[in-house]
């Protein structure tokens, strides 16, 4: 695609649920990134990919988040028995490389929020 | 730890006027630096970036900014600004070249 796509663009969740935003990356940017962006905040890094591997997922709160890239390609973030705290908007971006020196482009996010 | 302050919350303009965006960072070495915009319904787009070299950086859309080691502080300025510029702006530090740490952001509110 023309950009990088999150689907879905909105998810309403209850609390305790689990969840999965997919996150398809510009074809060819083997760097892949999520962060999340709580209201009035800036994004905050949460897991760094190159290729299929998780580079750095330093940035996940707890073990409740987890994250896949499978082919190197399309990564899944999953959150298991979500909780109000985890309402945010979830952000994706893929870049050339995981060089400081290329552009990472962003998706418009999943806004979830947590009942 | 490196961190990012925009001490600017809301700051409000008059179209055609001058703006300056004030950004600071915190961080032992030389830092990428990064201005994103976001606005509403759109996902972040890179305004500018300096690395190394010429700290007075050109971007999209009209804008700059000049990177001031002595200050640690990396503004982001437009001469002339226009009503499609009003949206929240992220200044981005970055170290490893990856993990990015966003400020809280400015949000710009442009009147006629």
């Known amino acids: 695609g023309a950009g990088v796509s999150q689907t879905p663009s909105n998810k309403v969740t209850e609390k305790g649920k689990y969840v999965e935003l997919r996150c398809d990356p510009i074809?060819?940017?083997?760097?892949l990134y999520w962060y999340r962006q709580s209201l009035g905040q800036g994004p905050e890094f949460l897991i760094y990919?190159?290729?299929?591997?998780?580079?750095?997922d330093s940035g996940l709160p707890n073990d409740r988040f987890f994250a896949v890239r499978p082919e190197g390609s399309v990564s899944t973030l999953k959150i298991q028995r979500t909780e109000r705290g985890d309402s945010a908007v979830y952000l994706c971006?893929?870049?050339?490389?995981?060089?400081?020196?290329?552009?990472?482009?962003f998706g418009q996010g999943t806004r979830l929020t947590v009942v | 730890a490196q961190s990012v302050t925009q001490p600017d919350i809301h700051i409000t303009v008059s179209e055609g006027a001058s703006l300056e965006l004030r950004c600071n960072y915190s961080?032992?070495?030389?830092?990428?630096l990064f201005w994103y915009v976001q606005s509403p319904g759109q996902g972040l787009q890179l305004l500018l970036k300096?690395?190394?070299?010429?700290?007075l950086v050109q971007g999209i859309k009209g804008f700059e900014a000049e990177f001031k080691r002595s200050q640690s502080s990396f503004n982001l300025r437009k001469p002339s600004v226009h009503w499609s510029d009003a949206a929240e702006y992220f200044c981005?530090?970055?170290?490893?070249?990856?993990?990015?740490?966003f400020g809280k952001g400015t949000s710009l509110l442009v009147t006629p």
């Open positions: 971006a893929s870049s050339l490389g995981g060089q400081g020196n290329t552009e990472a482009f």
């Open positions: 074809s060819g940017h083997t760097a």
């Open positions: 990919f190159q290729g299929t591997g998780a580079a750095d």
């Open positions: 961080y032992g070495a030389t830092p990428y």
């Open positions: 300096y690395f190394s070299g010429d700290t």
């Open positions: 981005a530090v970055g170290d490893s070249g990856y993990a990015l740490n």
